[in-house]
């Protein structure tokens, strides 16, 4: 398939935005691949829509800079992707494997269309996995303050030019000043257990009050802990017969599973963080 232009934009609900779009698209003569749009209403103000939209196009000349400059002077919000740039991805871990291993393999394979650039641990368990695949691994301990741990990984991030930053079990709580330099490029996942066990031993406060469903939540990463917009959500239902370790090894899975999800939903440019704190997600 021909390289393609990604267009994801938003703007209060009006008629004629979407034949505004198509036509500039039509009139460089590019074909539209897909289309997708979505408008959402506020419960408080029925009358006021929101509107998003996703297209697909192919890439030709002169059509780049003639959307951006309609799109601006209509005061849409948008984003522009070119689908010959991979997102450039680093992986962050502490000891747990899984979720870090299903984003490697996704990508090795291609099943994610993006490129891990880099890999930073607090912990060194998972260097042999990361550089097996030809990803440089850096150990970043957490023994010294915040601003310095903080300070040399976002400095393996520039130097790694990244676009995006995977929470792939990473126990560590980022700063604002950390996050706000990835404004919607963080993605974490935890259990969805949340709020209701936290702390140490989710699944074994889990088991001892009979859980019946085991599932994970993946998010954008915000200033406000475990509150940001949610990507993906999954459960899968337990009984009384799973014990701890059960849970845990059920719980692994969906975990890396959503985790992936997530991931791809954002590599691809399916998603749209809304001026809330929800996101728009065209699967």
Same mark, same amino acid.
């Given at each position: 398939?021909?390289?393609k232009?990604i267009l994801?934009?938003s /703007?209060?609900?009006?008629?004629?935005?979407?034949?505004?779009?198509?036509g500039?698209?039509?009139?460089?003569?590019?074909?539209?691949l *897909?289309?997708?749009h979505?408008t959402?209403?506020?419960y408080?103000?029925?009358?006021?829509?929101?509107?998003?939209?996703?297209?697909?196009? #192919?890439?030709?000349n002169?059509?780049k800079?003639?959307?951006?400059?309609?799109?601006?002077?209509?005061?849409?919000?948008?984003?522009?992707?070119?689908?010959?740039?991979?997102?450039k991805?680093?992986?962050?871990?502490?000891k747990e494997? !899984?979720?870090?291993?299903?984003?490697?393999?996704?990508v090795?394979?291609?099943? &994610?269309?993006?490129e891990?650039? /880099?890999a930073?641990g607090? *912990? #060194?368990?998972?260097?042999?996995?990361?550089?097996?695949? +030809?990803?440089?691994?850096?150990?970043?301990?957490?023994?010294?303050?915040k601003?310095k %741990?903080e300070?040399?990984m976002?400095?393996?991030c520039?130097d790694h030019?990244v676009d995006?930053?995977?929470?792939?079990?990473?126990?560590?709580?980022?700063?604002?000043?950390?996050?706000? *330099?990835y404004k919607? $490029?963080?993605i974490?996942? *935890?259990?969805?257990?949340?709020?209701?066990?936290?702390?140490?031993n989710?699944y074994?406060?889990?088991?001892?009050?009979?859980?019946?469903? %085991? +599932?994970?939540?993946? !998010?954008?990463?915000t200033?406000?802990?475990?509150? +940001?917009p949610?990507?993906?959500q999954?459960?899968?239902?337990?009984?009384? $017969?799973?014990?701890?370790?059960?849970l845990?090894? &059920?719980g $692994? !899975?969906?975990?890396?599973?959503?985790?992936?999800?997530?991931?791809?939903?954002?590599?691809? !440019?399916?998603?749209i963080?809304?001026?809330?704190?929800?996101? &728009?997600?065209f699967?």
């Amino acid at each position: 398939m021909k390289d393609k232009y990604i267009l994801l934009a938003s /703007c209060k609900d009006q008629v004629g935005i979407t034949n505004l779009i198509t036509g500039i698209i039509s009139k460089h003569g590019s074909n539209i691949l *897909h289309l997708d749009h979505f408008t959402e209403y506020d419960y408080d103000n029925s009358d006021e829509g929101q509107l998003y939209l996703r297209f697909e196009f #192919e890439k030709v000349n002169g059509l780049k800079a003639a959307l951006e400059s309609e799109l601006e002077q209509k005061n849409i919000d948008f984003e522009l992707f070119d689908s010959a740039l991979n997102t450039k991805i680093a992986l962050f871990v502490s000891k747990e494997d !899984h979720a870090f291993n299903e984003i490697l393999l996704r990508v090795e394979r291609g099943e &994610i269309p993006a490129e891990i650039v /880099c890999a930073v641990g607090n *912990h #060194e368990d998972n260097r042999h996995f990361a550089e097996s695949l +030809g990803v440089p691994f850096y150990y970043v301990p957490s023994n010294e303050p915040k601003e310095k %741990v903080e300070e040399k990984m976002l400095a393996i991030c520039d130097d790694h030019e990244v676009d995006l930053i995977v929470l792939a079990k990473y126990m560590q709580i980022l700063s604002d000043d950390f996050v706000n *330099h990835y404004k919607d $490029r963080i993605i974490n996942i *935890h259990h969805s257990f949340l709020p209701s066990f936290i702390g140490a031993n989710p699944y074994k406060q889990a088991w001892k009050r009979g859980v019946k469903f %085991v +599932g994970a939540t993946s !998010h954008y990463v915000t200033a406000d802990l475990d509150e +940001g917009p949610i990507i993906e959500q999954n459960v899968i239902r337990v009984n009384h $017969r799973y014990d701890v370790k059960s849970l845990k090894k &059920i719980g $692994r !899975h969906v975990e890396a599973t959503v985790l992936a999800q997530a991931v791809e939903y954002h590599v691809l !440019h399916k998603v749209i963080v809304n001026h809330g704190n929800k996101t &728009i997600v065209f699967d």
